[in-house]
């Protein structure tokens, strides 16, 4: 087994410290879960994740994770539980450290100290969005300052930060959801999450959605925004962890409609590839009939695109009969051979 440079082992607590159950939140179907996280359940993911890795070498960083929640709204007594489940891995060397997910509404000074000093080294907020009217349209309220607030508060105790956001809710469109990017890269976070608005059974937004309330968006709507944050995201070097849910069996099982696809990053950065290959083409004074391209070996599926739909685009917008594409070094770029 190929060794992997990190290890994130996932405990999930759904809805739990949640301070509200959010329109399009149904954290139950999304990850399958249905009981509440005990100590034998936090150390039997761990133990059943090292053991798959154990035989090939255990990845350089190995953390246990807890999402579905917002765990600084846990009791005081319930955060202690769960995170000293974890202390023995951690003082064997085998774990080195926790992140958690959680609520800027439930975050201050106190909780953010009491994750530090048991091991937690990465706090993950879910934002969602920066504007109010989307947030209010989904039950969420939760301004900008509050925010704002909780990301000193991690930042002032030397932990990691990641942010979480949400396209395609309720009230939202392009427009405001590029100024939540740019708000995002404001606050300067370690690493991002992009998750497309879905809609879930037994959920508000379910019900928005079979009332005419709420349209989803469509697939390739959604590919086009994703793909112009995540470029905005790449300029400002904050890595996009996350493109999409996990296709989940649960998850699958109560998804009524959205935009959903079990490559959704792929096709994101094939698009951002084929944008790339636009621009050379644009700048030819005359379009020949043949065009090769060169391109890292690594990515030439991302620059033949989905069902090779690039070259189909290619062909389509400038009428070129043949493209070629030749690999090259992993460590040269893109180029185009006309």
């Known amino acids: 087994m190929k060794k992997r440079n990190q290890l994130i082992i996932p405990v999930f607590i759904p809805h739990e410290g949640c301070p509200y159950r959010c329109a399009f939140c149904n954290q139950t179907k999304i990850t399958g879960v249905g009981m509440q996280s005990d100590q034998k359940i936090v150390q039997d993911a761990i133990h059943t994740y090292l053991d798959v890795f154990d035989s090939g070498g255990l990845p350089a960083e190995r953390q246990v994770a807890f999402y579905g929640g917002s765990f600084t709204g846990l009791s005081i007594q319930r955060q202690k539980l769960l995170l000293d489940a974890v202390r023995p891995w951690i003082e064997s060397g085998k774990i080195h450290s926790i992140r958690v997910s959680t609520h800027s509404l439930v975050v201050d000074e106190q909780n953010i100290s009491l994750l530090k000093e048991n091991n937690v080294r990465t706090v993950e907020l879910g934002i969602q969005s920066t504007n109010d009217k989307v947030l209010d349209a989904v039950g969420r309220p939760c301004d900008f300052n509050t925010v704002r607030s909780a990301v000193n508060s991690i930042r002032k105790n030397g932990l990691g930060l990641g942010l979480q956001l949400m396209p395609g809710l309720p009230e939202d469109n392009e427009s405001i959801f590029m100024q939540s990017v740019q708000d995002v890269i404001g606050l300067e976070p370690d690493f991002v999450r992009i998750y497309p608005t879905l809609v879930i059974k037994n959920t508000d937004l379910y019900k928005m959605y079979t009332s005419g309330a709420y ?15 995540l ?37 994101v ?11 050379l083409i644009d700048r030819l004074a005359k379009i020949p009939s043949t065009i090769s391209f060169r391109v890292p070996s690594r990515h030439v599926s991302l620059f033949l695109g989905h069902k090779k739909d690039n070259i189909s685009a290619i062909k389509s917008r400038y009428g070129v009969q043949n493209i070629l594409i030749q690999q090259i070094g992993n460590l040269e770029d893109l180029q185009l051979v006309a």
């Open 215 to 229: 349209v989803a968006w469509n697939l390739e709507r959604m590919i086009q925004l994703v793909k112009n944050a």
């Open 231 to 267: 470029i905005e995201f790449n300029k400002f070097n904050i890595p996009v962890v996350r493109v999409g849910l996990h296709a989940d069996p649960s998850m699958l099982e109560n998804l009524v409609d959205g935009p959903y696809h079990p490559s959704f990053r792929y096709l």
């Open 269 to 279: 950065e094939s698009r951002i590839a084929r944008d790339r290959m636009f621009d």
